[in-house]
């Protein structure tokens, strides 16, 4: 009905009097893919699902290699994008490791002795490492308790010992 009047009336006017929206009358549906995309989706799922969804893109392009299929790693990778297909190695694991490298030897100088003559003459602190974005960076963050003369925050790639001697 729209088309047939297009050339009498504008589409935005015909659309508002039958209450339809505009994306209505201009929205085409996708094609369906054709046989040949459709045979190569299934074969990327399936070497998927085949490698307990390890794979990626490289490794299921040498096995559609050996299935006599070509396509690029970026089609590859848009039908997994598609249909949500995400290795296991892609996503980042926890991997524990010791931090021997990094620990300095501090002197006790306390001694467990806790009687304090003047005031904030010794201070208690707290020295927290935090995971960022979960891409191996960390944060530290000294808080000290009982006085508001020193703070220091530092944030990098590794541990490193934090030291300041300002007052």
Do not use: W
Not at 19 to 40: G, I, R, V
Not at 63 to 81: C, N
């Amino acid at each position: 009905m729209i088309r047939n009047n297009a050339h009498k009336y504008s589409v935005s006017a015909m659309c508002t009097v039958l209450q339809l929206p505009k994306s209505t009358y201009y929205y085409e549906p996708k094609p369906a893919l054709n046989p040949d995309e459709q045979k190569l989706e299934d074969s990327v799922i399936e070497i998927f699902r085949d490698s307990r969804n390890n794979y990626g893109t490289r490794k299921i392009k040498v096995e559609l290699t050996k299935r006599s299929l070509r396509a690029s790693r970026r089609k590859i990778g848009r039908i997994m994008k598609k249909h949500g297909l995400v290795s296991t190695y892609t996503v980042a694991q926890y991997k524990p490791h010791k931090a021997d490298s990094n620990e300095s030897e501090i002197q006790n100088l306390l001694q467990r002795k806790f009687n304090q003559d003047e005031p904030y003459a010794v201070v208690v602190s707290d020295l927290t490492y935090v995971r960022v974005a979960g891409n191996g960076t960390t944060s530290a963050y000294l808080s000290i308790s009982l006085t508001a003369r020193l703070s220091v925050t530092a944030a990098g790639c590794r541990r490193r010992p934090i030291s300041s001697t300002r007052p």
